[in-house]
């Protein structure tokens, strides 16, 4: 069954501004990452936080860990164009492979 | 570049062609997978071999048959596909444990006339 879901699926923001994206899960889990994918590419890691972890930051990437409401969210500062894409979170539990989100689709317009 | 290749990038075949996807990874990853993405639909997991050994099969049809010769290389082979099975598929690859985190090709375009 599906473990991430992606809030909101659509954000469209300016320039410069904060982007910040949700993902809620089902079961426990080993580890959560979050990827992004630029138009019909493959995607790409950005990110991994691991269950005993809180919060993490790379760059201007910022992801917390809730494992009590089984939510992460994705911060992105400072936002540039460049930054346009889907962004999917997507889990691990136990030795399964991981089950992926529906995505947000994130829009900055210059 | 990820490490992980794959070909052809855009495909567009006859319901009666036969095809297939290469994918091949020089990370010395150990698990490979097969995903299909559909507009608006979240990425399905079709195949996954890990050590050479298929461990998954997400109830996909089989008109989808996988082939894993060795660690390095995955193939997925069509025959008479139906237009809905026109989407973007993704090859991946990680190590078996650990933090089983993926690495994508660029995907193959697929379209099914």
């Known amino acids: 069954s599906q473990q991430g879901e992606e809030d909101p699926q659509a954000l469209s923001i300016q320039e410069g501004e904060n982007a910040t994206m949700n993902c809620s899960y089902k079961t426990s889990i080993n580890n959560l990452q979050w990827y992004r994918q630029n138009s019909g590419r493959g995607l790409v890691h950005l990110i991994l936080i691991r269950s005993n972890e809180r919060e993490k930051h790379s760059g201007r990437l910022r992801v917390t860990l809730d494992t009590s409401k089984k939510s992460s969210s994705l911060l992105i500062t400072a936002s540039r164009a460049a930054d346009t894409a889907s962004y999917f979170c997507a889990t691990v539990s136990g030795n399964t492979p991981l089950v992926f989100g529906k995505g947000t689709r994130l829009s900055v317009i210059a | 570049e990820t490490g992980v290749t794959q070909t052809p990038r855009h495909l567009v075949m006859g319901m009666t062609n036969k095809k297939s996807l290469k994918c091949e990874q020089h990370l010395g990853h150990n698990a490979m997978y097969w995903y299909k993405q559909s507009a608006k639909k979240p990425l399905e997991l079709m195949f996954v071999?890990?050590?050479?050994?298929?461990?998954e099969n997400n109830s996909v049809p089989s008109r989808f048959s996988p082939e894993c010769p060795n660690s390095s290389h995955l193939f997925l082979h069509l025959h008479t596909l139906q237009p809905e099975d026109s989407a973007l598929y993704l090859c991946?690859?990680?190590?078996?444990?650990?933090?089983?985190?993926?690495?994508f090709g660029s995907g193959t375009q697929l379209s099914v006339l």
């Open positions: 071999y890990s050590l050479e050994e298929r461990v």
């Open positions: 991946a690859s990680s190590q078996e444990r650990g933090s089983k985190k993926l690495f």
